[in-house]
């Protein structure tokens, strides 16, 4: 009986010492994965960071804090900004990021992510609040690149790298939406009147010329004359009014003046 007693003690004892084992073999051996880092600080030091792969710590003394080194998509809440001009307006970006240094964006910052989100969107009110409303409207592109910038140069002693920001939808108060409007119409009705007056302009020149040359050479003014006959008969009208041209009168006169001058003579 104590034996068996003795051999069951022995038994359990073998099976606590092989849970402990597994146990700390767990907590010693972490697996990182491609992506990952691991920053480790060991009685407080912080150590080189561990990764890809297998990483082996001692556990109690060692802590392990996972860094994800991929892109990340920061998504910047809706701002109310005033402009230079002062309009109410509301923005709001998107910011890409990676962290480039996995023990900077631990040791210098207490959560990056939040960091880097709080600061984008002072950053965005700051740029878009130093510009005029049509600035905003038509310079997106280097509002962007102010903005990737200025908070690429802030956030550089986090370890952080900010790649690109976009500034995705501006919302404007509905009565400068109708004020635009009316000024798009505006210069377009404007557009419209430059190139009608234009066209005249053109036209007139043409017709200037054109008639310099009728009167160079007058046969041409018959010429035309004709065209326009032909082109009034072609429409079949009931009725043409053809206009009489003065010439043909005065040299019919001009006949008639000289046959009564020949019988006078006679």
Not at 65 to 73: E, M
Not at 207 to 217: D, G, P, Q, R, T
Not at 247 to 261: C, M, V
Request: proline residues 5%.
């Amino acid at each position: 009986m104590l034996n068996a007693l003795e051999g069951v003690l022995s038994l359990g004892g073998y099976l606590g010492a092989i849970i402990i084992i597994v146990l700390i073999l767990t907590s010693a051996i972490k697996i990182i994965p491609e992506y990952q880092r691991g920053v480790v600080f060991r009685l407080g030091r912080v150590m080189e960071p561990k990764g890809p792969g297998i990483v082996v710590i001692i556990p109690i003394i060692d802590r392990l804090i996972r860094v994800d080194l991929r892109v990340l998509t920061l998504d910047v809440p809706v701002q109310e900004v005033l402009t230079k001009d002062n309009v109410p307006i509301k923005v709001n970006a998107v910011v890409y990021f990676r962290v480039i240094d996995p023990v900077k964006s631990v040791v210098a910052v207490e959560n990056h992510i939040m960091a880097t989100s709080l600061l984008s969107q002072t950053t965005l009110r700051s740029v878009v609040g130093r510009c005029e409303l049509d600035e905003v409207l038509s310079e997106r592109e280097r509002i962007n690149i102010e903005l990737q910038k200025i908070i690429d140069e802030r956030t550089d002693p986090w370890g952080i790298k900010v790649s690109a920001v976009e500034v995705k939808e501006l919302e404007l108060p509905e009565n400068m939406k109708r004020a635009l409007a009316r000024q798009a119409e505006a210069e377009r009705e404007r557009r419209a009147k430059i190139i009608n007056a234009e066209g005249e302009y053109q036209a007139a020149e043409r017709l200037s010329a054109a008639a310099k040359l009728m009167e160079i050479s007058p046969v041409t003014l018959q010429l035309r004359y004709l065209q326009t006959l032909k082109e009034m008969s072609s429409e079949k009208n009931a009725t043409i009014i053809v206009p009489f041209p003065v010439e043909l009168l005065r040299a019919f006169s001009a006949t008639i003046g000289k046959d009564k001058s020949d019988d006078g003579d006679q």
